[in-house]
């Protein structure tokens, strides 16, 4: 799961989901933020291409929960 640059996020949503999509560092810094309002299919880039070499957490918090996944900069 290494990335070098961007990361593609994809949400299916059968009802509205509103929130954000999140990258924090290692820290627990928020690097980036990005709302959504999501009805059906949508995909949402995240550009990594300034961030220096490490790990991130990607976290999509909605109206329905929330979901994380770690990801690693080149």
């Known amino acids: 799961?290494?990335?070098s640059g961007s990361v593609l996020v994809s949400l299916n949503a059968a009802r509205r989901l509103t929130g954000s999509?999140?990258?924090i560092d290692v820290n627990g810094k928020s690097m980036q933020e990005q709302p959504i309002n999501v009805l059906g299919r949508a995909d949402f880039t995240l550009n990594l291409e300034q961030?220096?070499?490490g790990l991130y957490t990607?976290?999509?918090?909605t109206n329905e929960g929330f979901a994380s996944?770690?990801?690693s900069k080149e």
């Open 21 to 23: 999509i999140q990258v």
């Open 51 to 53: 961030f220096t070499a």
């Open 58 to 61: 990607i976290l999509l918090r």
């Open 69 to 71: 996944k770690i990801i």
């Open 1 to 3: 799961n290494p990335t």
